[in-house]
């Protein structure tokens, strides 16, 4: 269970990362790095699935 929390996180900020590299290209700053995603719909639908995600994580982590 600690090894499932643990890779949730790294996942979770990676994705973070990818995506904040995606919004910087698309407001101009072109990056060295093409964004996995693209499309502002799809990384807005993916964004809701990563912030439950996040919110389950640090609930599980911090108890109270």
């Known amino acids: 269970m600690r ?3 643990i890779l949730a996180e790294v996942s979770l900020i990676l994705f973070l990362l990818y995506y904040l590299t995606g ?3 698309s407001l101009g700053f ?11 719909i799809l990384s ?3 964004l809701l699935f990563v912030l439950p995600l996040s919110t389950l994580v640090l609930t599980r982590r911090n108890p109270g």
């Open 23 to 25: 919004v910087l290209t």
């Open 30 to 40: 072109h990056n060295w790095q093409k964004p996995l995603f693209g499309n502002p």
């Open 3 to 5: 090894k499932l929390l």
């Open 44 to 46: 807005s639908i993916l």
